[in-house]
């Protein structure tokens, strides 16, 4: 089962905020959040695990809430190079991903 | 700088015709998963192989797709035969489950005329 993501797409001027949704009807074990520039690959960003564990890279923050099967991630003070598609992966099971539709960020000057 | 290589990078060929598409892990990886990316349909789960053994392939239209990981540094995704529709972006990515991190390679862009 697909989650669902939202917005779709947002624009923002250098050094504004942005939070993107995830929402499953699945229980989840851990939600990924990946971003792909055009033309690229997915990178990843940052893994959140059910009880509380994140992993990430980047400056970049979010949240899980296990309960409600949702994860928002946090786009604060953005940059030009956070332009790209967000894509959150979620795993029900045995590292096995769902993504969602995506969200298009576009940072301009 | 360990990565996920993918060969070919761009494939353009015609309907009927056979295609495979080859990738290599980062060394150490145990689980590989084969995507497909479109407009339409997103980024869509086909196969995933654990330790070389498959541990699930539904996402993968089993008449014409197969994936196999004949050794432990090359997995395969083969279309016999292609159609217009399988014309997409098929990455192949790899990690560990205790690590989290899915690592994507360049994908393999196919267009099936």
């Known amino acids: 089962q697909q989650p669902v993501q939202s917005p779709q797409a947002v624009i923002l001027r250098e050094g504004e905020d942005a939070v993107i949704n995830c929402s499953s009807s699945k229980a989840l074990y851990s939600v990924h959040w990946y971003r792909q520039k055009h033309g690229e690959a997915p990178v990843f960003l940052m893994i959140?695990?059910?009880?509380?564990e994140q992993k990430g890279h980047e400056k970049i923050s979010a949240s899980f809430n296990e309960k409600k099967q949702q994860s928002s991630l946090y786009l604060t003070a953005s940059q030009l190079s956070y332009s790209g598609t967000y894509f959150c992966g979620t795993e029900a099971n045995d590292y096995k991903l769902s993504f969602g539709a995506g969200t298009t960020v576009t940072v301009r000057a | 700088d360990a990565r996920v290589t993918q060969t070919p990078r761009h494939k353009v060929t015609e309907m009927g015709q056979e295609v495979t598409m080859r990738c290599q892990p980062i060394l150490g990886h145990n689980t590989v998963f084969w995507y497909r990316q479109t407009m339409m349909q997103g980024l869509e789960l086909l196969a995933y192989?654990?330790?070389?053994?498959?541990?699930?392939d539904s996402g993968m239209p089993k008449d014409r797709f197969s994936a196999e990981m004949p050794d432990a540094t090359l997995a395969t995704l083969k279309i016999q035969p292609s159609e217009p529709r399988d014309s997409a972006v098929y990455f192949c990515?790899?990690?560990?489950?205790?690590?989290?991190?899915?690592?994507f390679g360049p994908g393999t862009r196919l267009t099936v005329l």
């Open positions: 192989f654990r330790n070389r053994a498959p541990l699930d």
């Open positions: 990515a790899s990690g560990s489950p205790g690590d989290g991190e899915q690592f």
């Open positions: 959140l695990l059910k009880g509380g």
